[in-house]
């Protein structure tokens, strides 16, 4: 049975395989695409899935077989992490890429046979320190138990500049007819940013945002509306009706900052080829952090919103 908190969360994909899993047959695709926004909520279901389909008891959600030990621990021999910083063939030189040496070393690892049920998670991900909202947001996985493959790794999406055409081309005979007990998954924010010869011969599920409602962000879709644009001269309007807006909902300043990176952060997932707007956004996200310091400093709301917005604006 997968992890109650992605069960919760995550109905229908978790039914979809729990209904196949229990089917003598177990007949579902061996491609499958996971995409939306919450790439973490995406890596921690392909890992619940991988230890679904390697338990050796009955995978219930505190099983301590060797198979699903090994899985959270993220050392299971047979479910792979592959992204452009993971499992790379030693002679790989390449960084920014899901290299064709790594598609080919995968090709060439189904001519033998396993004991295990062969899982490939195919995503982006990067090296480095987590933001805030990235951080509080794992916590909401931690009852999983699910280590990352790598010190400060940072799952992200796949798209096509990291998944490059050679590379995906060199998977497909392997997606079309895998051997038996072999799944390809692979996790993007839209469909759109994985090649067409992948995703039509693989099955798509949606999955939805882990903390999607936990964020209030309508709001702020007014007040923001002229972000990243904000003049100095319209700050303090801004900031006024913000200011009535958190009254009227009754929320707390710390709220309200939390929502705002929130924003940002989905802002940035939206506008990823635009380096110049994506940059502003990580700075002005920074600022929201530093905001929330002064919050916890008890500095009055008012002028904690004002200097931020202040710090937005040009
Ligand atoms: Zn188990």
Redesign the pocket.
Known sequence: MFHPILKRKFEYVTNYFETAIKNEKRSFAQSIVLYGQDIAAQYYLAMEIARQLN???D?DPA?D?L??SWIRNNQHPAVLTVSKNDNKPSDDTSSKVISIKQTLMINNSLINSSDYYRVFIFCDSEIGEMNEFEKKHIQDFGGLNFKFPQENWIPKPLNRDVLIEASANSLLKSIEEPPERTLFLFLTEDKEDIIETIISRSQSFYVPSFNAQSYDTEFLTAVLADYPAIKKINVINTAAVLLEAMQEHDYKVEYVLDCMEFYLAQMIKRNLNNKMLVQKIKKDISKIQHAKKQAQAYIKPQLIIEDLLFSFAF
């Open positions: 338990c050796m008891k995978a099983c077989c198979n699903c």
